[in-house]
């Protein structure tokens, strides 16, 4: 069993930036392949950003390409996900999502991931 908690979400201006980290129990971190969701309000949850086991490939939502960076720390047990030039669309609860199961930088599809935190808001500004 993994616990995952997310924390740095915020409100920010739009064309600023944040740094959400996903803090992940367990010594068997880097075994698991991890991946960044977000839903907004009325939206469904979708995929943001994906990361494999070794942090050496990572796949980005068309949204969000050029704009965020997804990064892992296996000797911290965390995941990260840098945020530039927010726009107010970004404006989401984002979910930092794992399995030990997926292979290369995950799936796009949230009901592929066996442990999810409990979200952090992101608020951007217009």
């Known amino acids: 069993q993994v616990q995952l908690v997310e924390s740095g979400g915020g409100l920010v201006q739009a064309g600023g930036s944040l740094r959400l980290s996903c803090a992940a129990s367990?010594?068997?971190?880097?075994?698991?392949?991890m991946g960044w969701f977000r839903q907004a309000p009325g939206k469904e949850r979708e995929f943001v950003a994906g990361?494999?086991?070794?942090?050496?490939?990572?796949s980005y939502a068309d949204s969000v390409k050029g704009r965020f960076t997804i990064s892992r720390d296996n000797a911290e047990n965390t995941v990260y996900l840098q945020m530039n030039s927010l726009k107010p669309e970004d404006s989401a609860v984002y979910y930092c999502?794992?399995?030990?199961?997926?292979?290369?930088?995950?799936?796009?599809?949230?009901?592929?991931?066996?442990?999810w935190g409990q979200g952090t808001q992101v608020t951007v500004s217009s």
């Open positions: 999502a794992g399995d030990r199961t997926l292979m290369g930088t995950g799936s796009i599809s949230g009901s592929r991931y066996d442990y």
């Open positions: 367990g010594r068997t971190f880097s075994s698991v392949v």
């Open positions: 990361i494999s086991r070794n942090g050496r490939l990572t």
